[in-house]
C-alpha cells in the first residue's frame, strides 16, 4: 500500500526555534512536495521537489527551506519559527507528472507560540 | 493569475438529500482538474482526474464534471460517510513542475 509518512503528527515550538519537518515516501516517486494548509485559504504550495538534490520554490517559500538528499525523503526546514507559520503542514509525493494524483501525508500540525 | 474559487464553503445535508459542489477556475490553459477527498486530521485523497469539457468521471455516489470554466461534483443520496471537505484543484498547462492550484474546499456534512 502507498505510503507517506510525516515524522510529527503535532509539534509545539517557541518563536524563533529551529523547526525540521520530515517525510518519507516508500514508493519511489521521484516528485516531492510541501504545501500548508490554513482555513480559508487552501493548500499552498511552499517548495517541490522534482528530484534527489533538486528543489523549486513554490508560491509561498518566504521563510523555507528544505533538503532533499534522498529519494524517498523530503525535509522541510524552519530557520526561526514566527507565528504566522503555525499551521497544518501536508507532504505529498507522485510518481507521474501527467497526472494530478498526489499521495498525501496525515499532515503535521505545528503550532509556534 | 491562476485562480480556484470552490462553493459553497460549506454544505449541510440530510442522509439521502442529493447536492453538487461548485469548482470555478480561471487559467490560461487547463491541462487538468482534479477532486479530492480529505477528513478530518488527515491528508487529501486523490479522487478524480477530469482533462476535458464534457468528461464525465464516477465513483460510488459521486459523480465528477467537468465544462470550460468549472467543474462540479456531484454526491448523490448522500451517507454520513460522505462527509468531509472537497478539494479542486488544477494544473494549468504553463504550471512550473506540473504543479497544482486548490481551491479552498467545500466541507460536506450528511446527518443521519
Known amino acids: 500500500d502507498v505510503k507517506v509518512t510525516q515524522s510529527s503528527r503535532y509539534l509545539v515550538k517557541r518563536t524563533g526555534e529551529k523547526v525540521f519537518l520530515e517525510c518519507v515516501q516508500d514508493?519511489?516517486?521521484?516528485?516531492m512536495f510541501w504545501y500548508r494548509q490554513d482555513p480559508g485559504l487552501g493548500l499552498r504550495l511552499i517548495y517541490f521537489?522534482?528530484?534527489?538534490?533538486?528543489?523549486e520554490k513554490g508560491d509561498i517559500p518566504e521563510g523555507y527551506s528544505v533538503s532533499r538528499e534522498k529519494k524517498e525523503r523530503f525535509s522541510l526546514i524552519l530557520e526561526s519559527a514566527s507565528t504566522n507559520q503555525t499551521s497544518m503542514y501536508l507532504c505529498?509525493?507522485?510518481?507521474?507528472?501527467?497526472?494530478?494524483?498526489?499521495?498525501f501525508g496525515e499532515g503535521s500540525r505545528l503550532t509556534v507560540l | 493569475e491562476d485562480q480556484v474559487t470552490q462553493s459553497p464553503e460549506a454544505l449541510r445535508l440530510q442522509e439521502g438529500e442529493s447536492s453538487s459542489l461548485n469548482c470555478s477556475y480561471t487559467?490560461?490553459?487547463?491541462?487538468?482538474l482534479f477532486w479530492y477527498r480529505q477528513d478530518p486530521g488527515k491528508g487529501p485523497e486523490f479522487l478524480f482526474t477530469?482533462?476535458?469539457a464534457g468528461e464525465e468521471k464516477e465513483k460510488e455516489r459521486l459523480k465528477a464534471t467537468l465544462t470550460k470554466k468549472e467543474s462540479f461534483l456531484h454526491i448523490t443520496a448522500p451517507k454520513p460517510e460522505d462527509s468531509a471537505t472537497y478539494l479542486c484543484?488544477?494544473?494549468?498547462?504553463?504550471?512550473?513542475?506540473?504543479?497544482?492550484?486548490f481551491g479552498g474546499g467545500t466541507r460536506v456534512l450528511v446527518k443521519p
Open positions: 487559467v490560461s490553459g487547463l491541462r487538468g
Open positions: 521537489s522534482y528530484d534527489v538534490k533538486m528543489k
Open positions: 484543484a488544477v494544473r494549468p498547462i504553463k504550471a512550473a513542475g506540473n504543479k497544482l492550484t
Open positions: 514508493m519511489d516517486h521521484e516528485n
Open positions: 477530469l482533462y476535458s
Open positions: 505529498a509525493s507522485r510518481t507521474d507528472p501527467s497526472t494530478g494524483e498526489l499521495f
